[in-house]
C-alpha cells in the first residue's frame, strides 16, 4: 500500500470479508471476534480518512476491487494485513502523529482479534 486509497481498499475488504467470515461461523467466540474485527476497522478506518481529509483539504477517491475470500486462513490473512498496515505507516504518517495514532488503532483492532481468535 502507497496511498491512503489503497489502505482504504484493504481494509475495506478486510471489514467486508470479516462480516461475512462473522455470519458463516459456527463458533460463537468466532462470531463475536470478527463481529469485533469488521466493527472496529470500519469506525477507525473512518476516523483515519476524516482526520486526512480535513488535515489536507482533499478528498479521497479510492478505487480498486474488494475480494470476497475464504475464511480457511483468518489469522494469517490478519497477519499480512497488519504487516501492510505497519508498513504503509512507517511510509507514509511517521511525520503526521496524529493520523499515525488513528492508523495505530486499525493494528490495535486486528492484534486482539488475533489474539481472540486463538481461544475459539
Known amino acids: 500500500m502507497k496511498t491512503i486509497e489503497e489502505l482504504f481498499v484493504a481494509v475495506k475488504e478486510a471489514e467486508v470479508n470479516a462480516h461475512l467470515w462473522h455470519l458463516r461461523t459456527s463458533s460463537y467466540a468466532e ?13 477507525n478506518l473512518d476516523s483515519l480518512i ?7 483539504g482533499t478528498k479521497i477517491n479510492p478505487t480498486g476491487t474488494i475480494k470476497i475470500l475464504s475464511s480457511t486462513d483468518v489469522r494469517m490473512y490478519l497477519i499480512k494485513l497488519s504487516e501492510s498496515i505497519e508498513k ?3 511510509n507514509n504518517l511517521s511525520d503526521d502523529k496524529d493520523l499515525e495514532n488513528t492508523a495505530l488503532l486499525l493494528l490495535e483492532t486486528i492484534n486482539k482479534v488475533r489474539y481472540l481468535l486463538t481461544l475459539s
Open 31 to 43: 462470531h463475536k471476534a470478527l463481529e469485533e474485527l469488521y466493527e472496529g476497522l470500519r469506525d
Open 88 to 90: 504503509f505507516i512507517k
Open 50 to 56: 476524516e482526520q486526512t481529509q480535513g488535515k489536507f
